[in-house]
């Protein structure tokens, strides 16, 4: 425009012979409407009143924030009364950060606060969630899987929060550790390549097995576990117990998985070295179903490691926590943990804390052909 090169308003308007109060109302609506204003004349669009009505309330609540926290300093002039207040405030608003910083102090000087009370720092309603959690998993999980838990439950609580309360409330599992060796590699039976090679996460079902041999005290001896589980879901599909290892014990354990599973032809089945995997009658039944046998190389636990770990997780969340009088009662409580517990309960952090069971339920549904032959 002529007034932008420098002219003003009024030698533009005697030079084109226009009113000057004209043209100034024009330029005032001009810069009205360019700044988003309803202009001269120009009533307001719904945008523009939904805009003006929402800094009113903006407005309104700045200075309600600015009474409330002038009304504390004149009434409650003493901190430790602001502490007292979040404190009760705590039971209808569990949000102690938003309260501290709405009343003006600092979450640590109300930690504090609480500290030399005696008290604790915050009475969580997730406590009570927490402790039942905890007991249901039979004392044994941990922050993370029980973060999975209150998450499922609708309660979105913090990793390290679950931390604090589970330090608060006294939850802690207690684990001991015993070993004894059950592989006896020195033999000269026939050794299986190692097919499988670490690779622990096959993309189907029935594709890849693991088997390994443990061990069960009781106070009427040694009980021992042989054990298949399938690296798909991380399952066991196939377990039997007996008081000694003869090749008929994991022989056992890998018909039982067969039976239930109905694998296709090619499956490997993969176990250490030892003597019950080589021998003659265990070569047979991978033979007569069409199975592949792998074995770890000498001495190398990390190519099993997804079965030692089910045995440490076994262990540390059943064994070790029970005194068995006997063998029977040995078969009883490991089966519950299999059947009852690991299976179809136990959050797996590889399966994306899902069971094994509903992981499989899940992918069966997502891919039908990939996964057939789940039982």
């Avoid at 670490?198 to 594709?207: D, G, M, Q």
């Avoid at 792998?294 to 190398?300: E, I, V």
Wanted: net charge positive.
């Amino acid at each position: 425009m002529i007034w932008d090169q420098g002219l003003s308003v009024g030698q533009v308007c005697r030079d084109m012979g226009l009113g000057e109060t004209a043209v100034r109302r024009w330029l005032a609506q001009l810069d009205a409407e360019q700044s988003g204003q309803a202009g001269i004349g120009k009533p307001l669009t719904a945008e523009q009143q939904r805009i003006r009505q929402l800094e009113a309330e903006n407005r309104q609540l700045r200075q309600d924030n600015d009474l409330l926290k002038k009304g504390v300093g004149l009434l409650c002039p003493r901190t430790e009364m602001t502490y007292r207040c979040i404190a009760q405030l705590q039971e209808k608003a569990d949000n102690t950060a938003l309260l501290c910083r709405l009343l003006g102090v600092s979450r640590s000087g109300f930690y504090a606060a609480c500290s030399r009370r005696g008290e604790p720092a915050r009475v969580c309603p997730t406590s009570t969630h927490l402790r039942a959690a905890f007991a249901a998993s039979g004392r044994c999980y941990g922050s993370r899987r029980l973060r999975a838990v209150l998450h499922a439950q609708g309660l979105r609580v913090g990793r390290y929060r679950i931390r604090t309360l589970m330090r608060i409330n006294g939850l802690r599992p207690v684990w001991r550790r015993k070993f004894i060796h059950t592989t006896d590699s020195r033999h000269g039976l026939p050794i299986a390549d190692n097919v499988l090679n670490r690779h622990f996460t096959p993309a189907t079902a029935n594709a890849a097995w693991v088997s390994d041999i443990t061990y069960i005290r009781t106070r009427s001896g040694w009980l021992y576990l042989a054990a298949v589980l399938d690296l798909y879901s991380r399952k066991i599909v196939g377990w039997a117990m007996a008081p000694n290892m003869p090749a008929e014990l994991v022989c056992s354990a890998l018909q039982m998985a067969i039976t239930q599973r109905q694998p296709p032809a090619g499956l490997i089945v993969h176990s250490d070295r030892g003597s019950q995997y080589a021998s003659e009658a265990h070569r047979a039944l991978l033979s007569r179903h069409g199975l592949t046998g792998s074995m770890s190389r000498k001495g190398n636990c990390w190519d099993n490691a997804v079965m030692e770990r089910f045995f440490l997780n076994l262990k540390r969340e059943r064994v070790w926590q029970n005194d068995y009088a006997n063998h029977a009662e040995a078969c009883r409580d490991i089966t519950d943990y299999i059947v009852g517990f690991y299976n179809n309960v136990r959050l797996h952090s590889t399966l994306g804390y899902l069971p094994p069971t509903a992981y499989e339920r899940k992918t069966a549904v997502q891919h039908p052909i990939e996964v057939s032959g789940i039982t």
